[in-house]
């Protein structure tokens, strides 16, 4: 079946410091990707999309590439701020048109001043 | 544009009491429709979606049930909660229109539900 993991949390990291959040899926067929971002007390907003290999999401200044061949995306980010702290969710879409979206568990980041 | 509106923001209820929860989006016709819990510190579980009016596919069995009235009017209810029904709860859409598998969901600001 379909399934998404994420890296454990939390992460903590100083500002300015690069961040990755790993990212790998499974998936029979070819899925579209996300990355969505948790504030506490609020609902998921929508942080990035890419909807084929090889193709490069990014908003923010956080970046994820769409990797086939490792079946990865992974979230970056060259320099963190203490505002960029929350749960971070990855998340596919089901290849087989069910509509249905398949979640990671989240990554919690902490970033200290 | 559209927007997604859940109420209400906070709900107390007492074990075995009743509840309605209300998700309506705006902006949009024919989305497809969901229904997430999370609970503290956890990820997200589907429990319903829909792809159109009266369509209702449930993913866990549980306490809990959804309705459809209208198009873009979706609705958790339950006749008496448990304590494990506690957690914040989320209300999504997509586009139905533009086929499936492409489209990100969006998410409404969640309802907390504690039961006492």
């Known amino acids: 079946g379909n399934s998404v993991t994420q890296m454990e949390g939390p992460v903590t990291l100083s500002e300015e410091a690069f961040l990755t959040i790993n990212c790998t899926y499974t998936?029979?067929?070819?899925?579209?990707l996300f990355w969505y971002v948790q504030y506490p007390g609020e609902g998921l907003q929508l942080l990035l999309k890419?909807?084929?290999?090889?193709d490069k999401g990014s908003n923010k200044g956080f970046e994820a590439t769409y990797r086939k061949e490792t079946t990865s995306f992974h979230l970056e980010k060259g320099s963190v701020q203490v505002s960029d702290s929350a749960v971070y969710f990855c998340?596919?879409?089901?290849?087989?048109?069910?509509?249905?979206?398949?979640f990671g568990t989240g990554t919690r980041l902490k970033v200290l001043a | 544009s559209q927007t997604i509106h859940q109420w209400p923001a906070t709900l107390v209820q007492p074990v075995g009491s009743p509840l309605s929860l209300e998700c309506t989006v705006e902006?949009?016709?024919?989305?497809?429709l969901y229904w997430y819990r999370q609970a503290a510190g956890r990820g997200l579980q589907l429990l319903f979606y829909?792809?159109?009016?009266?369509?209702i596919s449930s993913e866990v069995p549980q306490n809990l049930s959804a309705s459809r009235p209208q198009d873009r009017q979706f609705i958790l209810s339950s006749k008496k909660l448990l304590l494990s029904d506690s957690g914040f709860y989320l209300c999504?859409?997509?586009?139905?229109?533009?086929?499936?598998?492409?489209?990100?969901?969006?998410f409404g600001d969640g309802t907390r539900l504690s039961i006492l």
């Open positions: 829909s792809v159109g009016i009266g369509q």
């Open positions: 902006g949009t016709s024919n989305p497809n």
């Open positions: 890419a909807t084929k290999a090889d």
């Open positions: 998340a596919l879409s089901d290849p087989s048109g069910t509509y249905k979206y398949i």
């Open positions: 998936a029979t067929g070819y899925p579209s």
């Open positions: 999504a859409w997509s586009w139905r229109s533009l086929g499936p598998g492409n489209q990100p969901q969006h």
